[in-house]
């Protein structure tokens, strides 16, 4: 089932070197919104590059006042990009390939051109963890296409670039945002600047604190960031240092209690009495700490309420030098020092209380509230919590001990004419070593299912009136899933990469191909799924039953790890100016993507010797694509439009249940940009229609299917007025139904949001305004659990966050 040739076509433009100060280009680039730097071998007009790319410029940024980084890149065309989960943990997707695992499988996200963390999908571990768009970035470059994967490794679908401000130009500013209609209090500053003629730095950041969107009743959004970069400009080059500090923690919503009645064809999703998944979160402050054994099977306890926390400190160096004779040498090195936590609730199930209290403890059980203000007292299973609903948890407690990488880039490359025309040749070497060290530590819990921050923990007691939990607690394990997923991970991943590329430009065609080799290896351990043994944790000196059922990690017998990888990648593409405001474009490719940590634990990796039993196809998505594309632009209206066909072929591990999918997939479709300006008003646009089909997999049933959650269209559009004084706008995104699952059953019904902006400027260098984010509060649910209705008729599934509106007030300087 798996296609792989030795060799694929593609492009990457040359995306191998970026110009002489090419980040402070882009930095100016909002200006003209012209000059690209992302996946070329020099700054270039849009019009003339074969590649598809869309920028989203600082000013844009700002007004939008996205609440996350997935947020912003849902304004991207071509992007799928499930916003929902907070502050990270999204799901981002580009053109019909499949959203098969969490996180960016077949996006690289990127800062300041080298990745952000070399896998975009680690378990628990999604780079936009540790990516915050705030003051600090200057510009958003994205890159769809199979040339990406010729210019950063596991990136076969496209790469996502921030790029930061330098200080090139003088100016900064400081902004106060306060929440109208919830509680968060944020603090954003940059300032940047000359100090001679030669020296330049930007240094910015942001605070936020507050309950944030939902109500979890309790102070969730705690952190911030401060970013910084010194630039030395000499005789043919620069050198620059850039830092970043990042420690931020947030609650991170997961799929939720629906109730859903109808068909699966024609649903009608609906929030439950008291529980609503816009606003409302299993979080609560009735609930607070989790106690299990850590990574060395010790008794120990975390907090229930750090939600997702990350740290990041990265340190970085990038240079350019003019070594003579047209050649030019660049390189870019960052370390970065990352860690933190993924704690966050899970149901396993949800429904009627005593159904839920008899399967724990039998027929006849009862059940007590455990916290609360009402702990200790016997509940009403009929109406508790108003709605006379439980919900089996298990809580997703991963440590992340160390998400570190470091990374380098190295490229040469050389400018040169010929004949009648001129040609850029880019050579390099990219490396990097992204350690993955984790500890599943999952429980599980019962617990009502309540809005506004009032859910309980509650224990169960039998019918002869013994309590089967502990203070809530069912076992410490993930009982409801069989008592899966107690694991270690400690993986260090290698990569190595060489790459080359060759430009041409005759005049209006422009002519480019790459190719890249990514090799590497992986080393180390992985602990799993060992026995269910008593633990005492209480000291009583005796064992509950809760207690009889806790997972422990099997130390002594950990599965090695120890396999070597390697994949071609390829590409070719075409531009021709038809006229000086019309182009085409068209583009073959070839890339592929290492799997990592997604392909451990399952038959992909021996765990006798840590091997590839059945080769590299076990750890390689395949993904080969074919773009056609035309661009105009002139007289302040330019449309972008490109057809694309792709096929992706992979092997993935689902979680739980252990699952072991082997599919091949086919997409084809047409992606649409446009914008139009006219004196104080500006309208853009975009939309992708996209066909995407199950074209093999090991479940017959599926075959011929649409990939779950994969609709037909999604679309965005802004539309604003700005006369100096006063500015305002409006931005829609929506998509239409999709499948829940690959079984094409249950609908995901379509949805759009509106978020709005409002702002004046009394006085120079002031402005006070106001965003709306789901300006109509409408309902957005971008995945859900169940494959069909059930029959109690709750479904699990994550909405979008309901209206939020803050007000801010800016002083530029």
Known sequence: MKFRHALAFGVALSAFSTPVFAQDAAETAEDDNEIIVTAVARG????????????????????????????????????????????????????????????????????????????????????????????????????????????????????????????????????????????TYRVDFDYGAPLADDLYFHVGGFYRTGEGPRDIGYNGYDGGQVKANLTKEFDGGYVRFHAKF?????????????????TDGNPDYTAIAGFDPRSDSLYSPFITT???????????????????????????????????????????????NNSGSFVSPFPASAGAAQDIADGIGGAGSSIVFASGPNSGSVANAADIGGNGLLANIVNFNVRLNSLDNVTNDFRISKDFDFGSGSATFTSGFYLSRQDVDTDWLWTAHVQTVQGDGQSVLVDIVDAG????????????????????CRRNYDVAYSTYAPFASLALD???????????YDYGDANGTVTGDGPVTDFDFNNDGDISQAESQTSVLPLTTP???????????????????????????????????????????????????????????????????????????GGG??????????????????????????????????????????????????ATWTDAEIKDSLNAAIIGNTP??????????????DDGFFKAGANLIGTTDSFTQDSNQLELPGYNQVNAFLAVRPVDRVEVALNATNLFNNFGYTEAEEGSIPGNGIVRARSIAGRTVAASVRFDF
Not at 250 to 259: A, F, G, K, M
Not at 315 to 336: C, K, M, P, Q
Not at 653 to 664: C, F, G, K, N, R
Not at 666 to 672: D, H, I, K, P, R
């Open 465 to 484: 009136g013994d309590t089967v939990t502990d203070n809530g607690v069912v076992g410490y394990g993930a009982n409801f899933f069989g008592n899966c």
């Open 637 to 686: 209206f330019s449309v972008y439009a490109t057809g694309f066909f792709a096929e992706t072929s992979e092997t993935n591990v689902e979680i739980a249940p252990l699952l072991l999918t082997d599919t091949d997939y086919e997409a084809y479709g047409v992606e649409l940009e446009g914008s139009y300006s006219t004196g104080p008003f500006t309208l853009s646009a975009g």
């Open 290 to 336: 989790i106690t299990t054994l850590d990574g060395g099977n010790n008794p120990t306890t975390y907090n229930f309420q750090d939600g997702l926390s990350v740290e990041s400190q990265a340190f970085g160096v990038e240079a350019e030098i003019d070594v003579g004779s047209g050649w030019t040498l660049t390189n870019r090195f960052r370390y970065a």
């Open 44 to 183: 270039q007009n849009r019009l003339e590059s074969s590649v598809s790319v869309s920028s989203v410029g600082a000013e844009q940024i700002a007004d939008l006042a996205p609440p996350s980084s997935a947020d912003l890149i849902r304004q991207i065309p071509g992007i799928r990009s499930e916003a929902s989960g907070g502050e990270g943990n999204a799901n981002i997707a580009v053109r019909g390939l499949p959203v098969s695992t969490g996180g960016a499988r077949y996006i690289q996200l990127q800062e300041d051109g080298l990745p952000v963390l070399e896998f975009g999908d680690i378990i628990f571990g999604n780079a936009d963890n540790f990516l915050r768009a705030d003051r600090n970035v200057a510009r958003v470059e994205a890159v769809r296409g199979g040339s990406a994967s010729t210019f950063a490794s596991n990136a076969p679908g496209g790469v996502i670039n921030f790029i930061s401000k330098t200080g090139q130009r003088e100016g900064g500013a400081i902004q106060g945002t306060v929440g109208v209609d919830f509680e």
């Open 708 to 721: 779950r959650r994969q609709a037909d269209l999604v679309y965005q559009a802004t539309a604003q007025y």
């Open 246 to 262: 990042l420690d931020d923690s947030t609650p991170t919503i997961l799929p939720q209690p629906v109730s859903v009645t109808g």
């Open 506 to 516: 005759f005049d209006r065609l422009t002519l480019d191909m790459s190719v890249r």
């Open 559 to 633: 599965a090695p790890v120890n396999y070597d990888f390697g994949y071609f990648s390829w590409s070719l593409g075409a531009n021709y100016l038809l006229t000086d405001d019309l182009g085409i474009f068209a583009r073959y490719s070839q890339g592929g993507r290492h799997t990592a940590d997604r392909s451990l634990l399952s038959p992909a990796v021996s765990t006798v010797d840590g091997g590839l039993p059945g080769g590299d196809d076990g750890v390689i998505a395949d993904v080969n694509q074919l773009e056609l594309g035309l661009k105009y632009q």
